[in-house]
């Protein structure tokens, strides 16, 4: 059973984790003050060490912070989980700072202390690399060892219920990551709700994520579910966390800490039951430093951290990128077979791609459709594919109509102006076919196998 040392100067208290962790199938030690912890540490290292950050000696907490320095120091893997009163939630991210795995607050949520402590034991344990394959990463495409590595992590961290915070540039992939955690862990057979909070004002952030009953405020018509509550017993992504106001931001901490929210309109506590994942594109140390982010807000989603590689930092997944792109337009509207020639896939990989992954599949879906060729060139890609992020200025780039024009009179052409075959090609109905001949005045000469 693993060993979880109590360090604590309340009696009632050693006695109340005790017994609660002895029947979770722990195996409790105690201690009331510093020294005696220290002696016990050094003579029987514990698996886990679950301290309160203030003794009889102060009420500052500096000798709690003391205490775990010294702790860290003769272990510096045995996580520590840190007990404060929620009034001294600074001096629990003063805790994280010094190497804590988490904090809970006082009282205690048994079902949410029982939590940290099984994600602080799981997360101990020495684990062997995963293959990086198998439910979750159906979708993820390429062998670097940069995505390897990334992999490796979410196959890791994904059965625990550990928050995660997912960083990098726009476009690398974070939201699939982050389905990857949800299939991966023990709550995927629950909802996975994604939330883009980027640029939710506080009102529309209350209503949304708590939701309301019918009549709470003005246009308040009918009562809403808000997503926390969908996400029960699920996952909940918290997609351009950085972009949540401040004001914002302090509920969000009050339901990530205790797991309870208040629907607008009704007073009564509800629980829910969550994982959090969270991403931003934003560097989030910077911005707690600005005071643009909250610190304990920080630390409570930041708990484990993903950054995910730029598309420029895992170049040999650019060909394998391409043709997963390529097929999947291929299969999607029903278009002949498209190869690329090696000139064109090392035109790709010269390229930078500021936008990532999603420019480089505007790029490839872009490219095949205007191209209307079975073998896509260098030139393809220089004619038809210009990335859409940083667009020179002597270009003109194209619209979405004229290349949907472009594309319907190449399939023509391609067809001899057959017009079911053309139907049939671009995945749509003759009728929307003849709608959108009108509205583009594509003239058409009627091919007398039709008539």
């Not at 829910?272 to 969270?278: F, G, K, N, T, Y």
């Not at 930041?302 to 999947?328: K, M, V």
């Not at 095949?368 to 940083?390: H, N, Q, S, T, W």
Request: aromatic share 6%; no cysteine; proline share 5%.
């Amino acid at each position: 059973m693993p060993e979880i040392l109590i360090i604590d100067d309340d009696a009632a208290v050693r006695s109340s984790l005790t017994l609660l962790l002895k029947r979770a199938g722990y195996q409790p030690a105690t201690a009331k003050e510093p020294k005696a912890a220290i002696q016990m540490i050094r003579e029987n290292r514990p698996h886990l060490v679950l301290m309160d950050m203030n003794f009889s000696l102060t009420t500052t907490g500096e000798e709690g912070l003391l205490l775990l320095k010294q702790v860290k120091l003769l272990w510096p893997d045995l996580p520590v989980i840190l007990m404060t009163a929620w009034g001294s939630i600074t001096l629990a991210v003063k805790g994280m700072r010094a190497g804590a795995f988490d904090f809970v607050t006082k009282p205690w949520n048994n079902l949410i202390l029982l939590n940290t402590i099984k994600n602080a034991l799981d997360l101990s344990k020495t684990v062997s690399e995963e293959k990086p394959s198998g439910k979750g990463f159906e979708k993820i495409i390429g062998q670097s060892p940069a995505l390897r590595q990334v992999l490796a992590t979410v196959a890791r961290i994904a059965p625990t219920t550990a928050p995660v915070l997912i960083t990098g540039e726009s476009g690398t992939g974070k939201e699939l990551i982050a389905e990857a955690i949800h299939a991966r862990s023990e709550r995927s057979e629950g909802p996975f709700v994604k939330v883009n909070l980027g640029g939710m004002s506080q009102t529309l952030f209350e209503s949304e994520m708590f939701g309301h009953k019918k009549g709470a405020f003005t246009d308040a018509y009918a009562d809403r579910v808000g997503r926390f509550e969908m996400a029960h017993q699920g996952t909940i992504f918290l997609d351009e966390i950085g972009d949540l106001e401040l004001s914002s931001q302090v509920k969000l901490l009050r339901v990530l800490q205790d797991q309870t929210f208040e629907v607008l309109g009704d007073s009564r506590p509800r629980k829910v039951d969550i994982r959090v994942v969270s991403a931003t594109n934003r560097d989030l140390p910077e911005m707690v430093r600005e005071h643009t982010f909250r610190e304990d807000l920080f630390y409570r989603v930041n708990l484990i951290s993903i950054h995910l590689p730029a598309l420029r930092e895992r170049t040999e997944d650019i060909p394998l990128l391409a043709r997963y792109f390529a097929d999947r337009l291929v299969e999607t509207n029903a278009l002949p077979p498209v190869e690329f020639s090696s000139e064109a896939l090392s035109y790709l990989n010269g390229l930078p791609f500021p936008g990532n992954i999603r420019e480089l599949k505007n790029m490839v879906e872009r490219t095949l459709l205007m191209a209307g060729k079975r073998r896509i060139e260098a030139a393809d890609f220089e004619r038809y594919g210009l990335p859409f992020v940083g667009t020179s200025s002597n270009v003109n780039p194209v619209t979405l109509e004229e290349l949907e024009r472009q594309t319907i009179s190449r399939a023509l052409e391609r067809n001899d102006g057959n017009l079911s075959r053309t139907a049939r090609e671009l995945g749509i109905s003759r009728a929307a076919l003849y709608r959108r001949l009108d509205k583009y005045g594509i003239v058409y000469e009627i091919n007398r196998e039709e008539i």
